[in-house]
Protein backbone atom coordinates (compact mmCIF):
# COMPACT_ATOMS: atom_id res chain seq x y z
CA UNK A 1 0.00 0.00 0.00
CA UNK A 2 1.36 3.13 -0.77
CA UNK A 3 1.59 6.40 1.49
CA UNK A 4 -0.88 8.33 -0.20
CA UNK A 5 -3.53 5.44 -0.38
CA UNK A 6 -2.58 4.65 3.51
CA UNK A 7 -3.60 8.39 4.36
CA UNK A 8 -6.72 8.12 2.18
CA UNK A 9 -7.75 5.28 4.09
CA UNK A 10 -6.87 6.47 7.43
CA UNK A 11 -8.30 9.39 7.07
CA UNK A 12 -11.87 7.44 6.04
CA UNK A 13 -11.91 5.84 8.92
CA UNK A 14 -10.79 8.92 11.15
CA UNK A 15 -14.42 10.24 9.60
CA UNK A 16 -16.12 7.39 9.94
CA UNK A 17 -15.22 7.26 13.94
CA UNK A 18 -16.44 10.68 14.33
CA UNK A 19 -20.24 8.75 15.19
CA UNK A 20 -19.36 5.31 14.96
CA UNK A 21 -22.63 4.35 16.28
CA UNK A 22 -24.45 6.46 13.67
CA UNK A 23 -22.10 7.72 10.49
CA UNK A 24 -22.54 6.01 7.78
CA UNK A 25 -19.66 6.58 4.61
CA UNK A 26 -20.99 6.37 1.20
CA UNK A 27 -18.99 5.38 -1.48
CA UNK A 28 -19.70 8.04 -4.61
CA UNK A 29 -18.64 7.97 -8.00
CA UNK A 30 -17.33 11.45 -9.28
CA UNK A 31 -20.19 12.02 -11.48
CA UNK A 32 -22.57 11.64 -8.96
CA UNK A 33 -21.19 13.79 -6.49
CA UNK A 34 -22.87 17.72 -7.15
CA UNK A 35 -26.62 15.56 -6.61
CA UNK A 36 -24.94 13.46 -3.74
CA UNK A 37 -25.00 16.47 -2.09
CA UNK A 38 -28.81 17.59 -2.07
CA UNK A 39 -29.52 13.55 -1.54
CA UNK A 40 -27.21 13.73 1.49
CA UNK A 41 -28.71 16.88 2.60
CA UNK A 42 -32.61 15.11 2.46
CA UNK A 43 -31.23 12.16 3.60
CA UNK A 44 -30.36 13.51 6.95
CA UNK A 45 -33.33 15.97 7.28
CA UNK A 46 -35.55 13.06 6.96
CA UNK A 47 -33.55 10.72 8.95
CA UNK A 48 -32.27 12.68 11.23
CA UNK A 49 -28.96 10.89 10.86
CA UNK A 50 -25.28 11.93 9.37
CA UNK A 51 -23.17 10.78 6.43
CA UNK A 52 -20.29 10.99 4.71
CA UNK A 53 -19.33 10.75 1.28
CA UNK A 54 -16.38 10.05 -0.51
CA UNK A 55 -15.71 10.33 -4.03
CA UNK A 56 -13.40 8.97 -6.88
CA UNK A 57 -13.78 7.08 -9.81
CA UNK A 58 -15.83 4.03 -9.35
CA UNK A 59 -12.72 1.44 -10.53
CA UNK A 60 -10.42 3.83 -7.62
CA UNK A 61 -13.35 2.93 -5.54
CA UNK A 62 -13.51 -0.54 -6.14
CA UNK A 63 -9.52 -1.47 -5.42
CA UNK A 64 -10.35 0.46 -1.93
CA UNK A 65 -13.00 -1.29 -1.12
CA UNK A 66 -11.29 -4.79 -2.12
CA UNK A 67 -8.77 -3.60 0.34
CA UNK A 68 -11.05 -2.79 3.01
CA UNK A 69 -12.09 0.58 3.33
CA UNK A 70 -14.47 1.08 5.60
CA UNK A 71 -17.50 2.10 3.47
CA UNK A 72 -21.14 0.86 4.10
CA UNK A 73 -22.74 1.63 0.41
CA UNK A 74 -21.14 1.88 -2.92
CA UNK A 75 -23.16 4.50 -5.47
CA UNK A 76 -21.21 3.46 -8.65
CA UNK A 77 -21.02 4.81 -12.26
CA UNK A 78 -21.73 1.46 -13.80
CA UNK A 79 -23.27 -1.89 -12.96
CA UNK A 80 -19.59 -3.69 -13.89
CA UNK A 81 -17.88 -2.67 -10.42
CA UNK A 82 -20.71 -3.33 -7.75
CA UNK A 83 -21.38 -6.58 -10.08
CA UNK A 84 -17.95 -7.45 -9.15
CA UNK A 85 -18.19 -6.59 -5.56
CA UNK A 86 -21.15 -8.56 -5.26
CA UNK A 87 -19.93 -11.79 -7.15
CA UNK A 88 -16.69 -11.43 -4.50
CA UNK A 89 -18.87 -11.86 -1.48
CA UNK A 90 -18.59 -7.86 -0.66
CA UNK A 91 -22.50 -7.72 -0.02
CA UNK A 92 -25.39 -10.31 0.56
CA UNK A 93 -27.67 -8.20 -1.95
CA UNK A 94 -27.47 -7.75 -6.21
CA UNK A 95 -26.93 -4.54 -7.21
CA UNK A 96 -29.84 -2.73 -8.61
CA UNK A 97 -30.03 0.37 -11.16
CA UNK A 98 -30.58 3.81 -9.35
CA UNK A 99 -29.91 5.62 -12.85
CA UNK A 100 -28.90 5.99 -16.42
CA UNK A 101 -26.20 8.78 -17.61
CA UNK A 102 -25.67 10.83 -20.43
CA UNK A 103 -22.23 11.64 -22.18
CA UNK A 104 -21.59 15.30 -23.28
CA UNK A 105 -18.76 17.16 -25.42
CA UNK A 106 -18.41 20.07 -23.45
CA UNK A 107 -15.36 23.02 -24.10
CA UNK A 108 -14.61 26.63 -22.64
CA UNK A 109 -14.24 28.09 -25.63
CA UNK A 110 -15.79 26.54 -28.79
CA UNK A 111 -18.98 27.93 -29.85
CA UNK A 112 -22.11 25.48 -29.47
CA UNK A 113 -23.08 26.29 -32.83
CA UNK A 114 -19.82 24.19 -33.97
CA UNK A 115 -19.56 22.18 -31.22
CA UNK A 116 -19.71 18.30 -32.63
CA UNK A 117 -18.06 15.23 -32.90
CA UNK A 118 -16.80 14.97 -36.12
CA UNK A 119 -15.46 18.35 -35.17
CA UNK A 120 -12.12 16.75 -32.98
CA UNK A 121 -10.95 15.35 -36.12
CA UNK A 122 -9.75 19.31 -36.80
CA UNK A 123 -6.22 20.35 -36.54
CA UNK A 124 -6.86 23.16 -34.41
CA UNK A 125 -8.10 20.89 -31.84
CA UNK A 126 -4.73 20.50 -30.05
CA UNK A 127 -5.99 18.22 -26.90
CA UNK A 128 -9.06 16.34 -25.82
CA UNK A 129 -10.06 15.37 -22.80
CA UNK A 130 -11.13 11.68 -21.74
CA UNK A 131 -12.08 10.57 -17.97
CA UNK A 132 -9.95 7.27 -17.89
CA UNK A 133 -11.59 4.54 -19.70
CA UNK A 134 -9.71 1.60 -17.43
CA UNK A 135 -11.55 3.15 -14.28
CA UNK A 136 -14.31 5.89 -15.12
CA UNK A 137 -17.25 3.94 -17.32
CA UNK A 138 -17.97 7.48 -18.60
CA UNK A 139 -14.29 7.41 -20.47
CA UNK A 140 -15.34 3.95 -21.73
CA UNK A 141 -18.81 5.60 -23.10
CA UNK A 142 -16.27 8.08 -24.50
CA UNK A 143 -14.00 5.72 -26.48
CA UNK A 144 -16.71 3.57 -27.76
CA UNK A 145 -18.75 7.13 -29.76
CA UNK A 146 -15.01 7.71 -31.25
CA UNK A 147 -14.97 4.05 -32.27
CA UNK A 148 -18.42 4.09 -34.08
CA UNK A 149 -17.42 7.29 -35.47
CA UNK A 150 -14.48 6.10 -37.04
CA UNK A 151 -12.68 8.89 -35.03
CA UNK A 152 -10.49 7.29 -32.53
CA UNK A 153 -7.39 6.56 -34.60
CA UNK A 154 -7.25 9.97 -36.15
CA UNK A 155 -7.01 11.88 -32.74
CA UNK A 156 -5.95 9.38 -30.63
CA UNK A 157 -2.54 10.98 -29.78
CA UNK A 158 -4.56 13.99 -28.77
CA UNK A 159 -6.61 12.22 -26.21
CA UNK A 160 -5.44 13.75 -22.16
CA UNK A 161 -6.89 10.79 -20.01
CA UNK A 162 -8.22 12.56 -16.48
CA UNK A 163 -7.75 10.36 -14.01
CA UNK A 164 -11.99 11.04 -13.15
CA UNK A 165 -14.05 12.45 -14.39
CA UNK A 166 -14.00 15.35 -11.87
CA UNK A 167 -10.06 16.27 -13.05
CA UNK A 168 -11.26 15.69 -16.59
CA UNK A 169 -13.82 18.39 -15.70
CA UNK A 170 -10.75 20.82 -14.24
CA UNK A 171 -9.00 20.37 -17.39
CA UNK A 172 -12.15 21.42 -19.67
CA UNK A 173 -13.15 24.60 -17.61
CA UNK A 174 -9.81 25.61 -17.37
CA UNK A 175 -9.08 25.68 -21.38
CA UNK A 176 -6.22 23.52 -20.66
CA UNK A 177 -7.66 21.59 -23.55
CA UNK A 178 -10.21 22.91 -26.38
CA UNK A 179 -13.02 20.01 -25.65
CA UNK A 180 -13.39 17.00 -23.89
CA UNK A 181 -16.27 14.60 -22.76
CA UNK A 182 -17.93 14.76 -19.41
CA UNK A 183 -21.28 13.23 -17.88
CA UNK A 184 -24.75 15.44 -17.99
CA UNK A 185 -25.23 15.82 -14.49
CA UNK A 186 -21.76 17.35 -14.32
CA UNK A 187 -22.57 20.37 -16.78
CA UNK A 188 -25.89 20.91 -15.34
CA UNK A 189 -24.13 21.34 -11.71
CA UNK A 190 -24.67 24.93 -9.64
CA UNK A 191 -20.97 24.19 -9.47
CA UNK A 192 -20.41 23.89 -13.26
CA UNK A 193 -23.15 25.82 -14.99
CA UNK A 194 -22.72 28.34 -17.70
CA UNK A 195 -18.90 27.47 -17.68
CA UNK A 196 -18.90 26.99 -21.71
CA UNK A 197 -20.87 25.14 -24.11
CA UNK A 198 -22.07 21.37 -24.81
CA UNK A 199 -23.64 19.07 -26.53
CA UNK A 200 -25.60 16.02 -25.23
CA UNK A 201 -24.26 13.15 -27.71
CA UNK A 202 -26.56 10.44 -29.17
CA UNK A 203 -26.80 7.47 -26.85
CA UNK A 204 -26.88 5.45 -29.48
CA UNK A 205 -23.18 5.42 -30.43
CA UNK A 206 -22.03 3.66 -26.81
CA UNK A 207 -23.06 1.23 -24.84
CA UNK A 208 -26.04 2.48 -22.16
CA UNK A 209 -24.68 4.15 -18.71
CA UNK A 210 -26.40 2.16 -15.68
CA UNK A 211 -25.62 3.43 -12.77
CA UNK A 212 -25.92 0.94 -9.90
CA UNK A 213 -25.42 0.97 -6.31
CA UNK A 214 -24.91 -1.44 -3.61
CA UNK A 215 -24.82 -1.87 -0.15
CA UNK A 216 -21.68 -3.31 1.54
CA UNK A 217 -21.55 -5.99 4.12
CA UNK A 218 -22.35 -5.33 8.05
CA UNK A 219 -22.28 -7.75 10.55
CA UNK A 220 -25.87 -8.22 12.29
CA UNK A 221 -24.47 -6.39 15.47
CA UNK A 222 -22.89 -3.38 13.09
CA UNK A 223 -24.53 -0.25 14.86
CA UNK A 224 -24.11 1.18 10.95
CA UNK A 225 -26.49 -1.74 9.80
CA UNK A 226 -29.71 0.03 10.12
CA UNK A 227 -28.68 3.28 9.10
CA UNK A 228 -27.11 2.05 5.57
CA UNK A 229 -30.34 -0.43 4.80
CA UNK A 230 -32.27 3.46 5.61
CA UNK A 231 -29.85 5.21 3.14
CA UNK A 232 -29.71 2.54 -0.03
CA UNK A 233 -33.31 2.69 0.06
CA UNK A 234 -33.71 5.68 0.40
CA UNK A 235 -31.38 6.14 -3.06
CA UNK A 236 -34.59 4.41 -4.67
CA UNK A 237 -37.20 6.84 -3.24
CA UNK A 238 -39.41 9.03 -5.29
CA UNK A 239 -37.29 12.27 -3.63
CA UNK A 240 -34.29 11.13 -4.48
CA UNK A 241 -35.51 9.94 -8.64
CA UNK A 242 -36.66 13.80 -8.86
CA UNK A 243 -33.05 14.83 -7.64
CA UNK A 244 -31.47 12.31 -10.13
CA UNK A 245 -33.68 13.83 -12.89
CA UNK A 246 -32.85 17.55 -12.13
CA UNK A 247 -29.33 16.69 -12.64
CA UNK A 248 -30.26 15.13 -16.17
CA UNK A 249 -30.28 11.56 -15.33
CA UNK A 250 -32.65 9.17 -16.94
Avoid at 120 to 149: C, F, H, M, R, W
Avoid at 162 to 175: H, K, L, M, P, V
Avoid at 198 to 223: F, R, V, W
Wanted: proline letters at 4%.
Amino acid sequence: MNIQRFFLLFSVFLAGCSKPSEKIIVATAANVQYVMKEIKAEFEKEAGKEIDIVVGSSGKLTTQIREGAPFDVFVSADTKYPEEIFKNGGSAEKPKVYALGSLVLWSKNIPKSDLNIDSLANDKIKKIAVPNPETAPYGEAAIQILKSKNLFDKIEKRLVFGESIAQTAQYITSGNVEAGFNALSIVLSPEMKDKGNYIILDSTDYKPIEQAAILLNHSQDSPKKATSEQFYKFLYSKKAKAIFQKYGYK
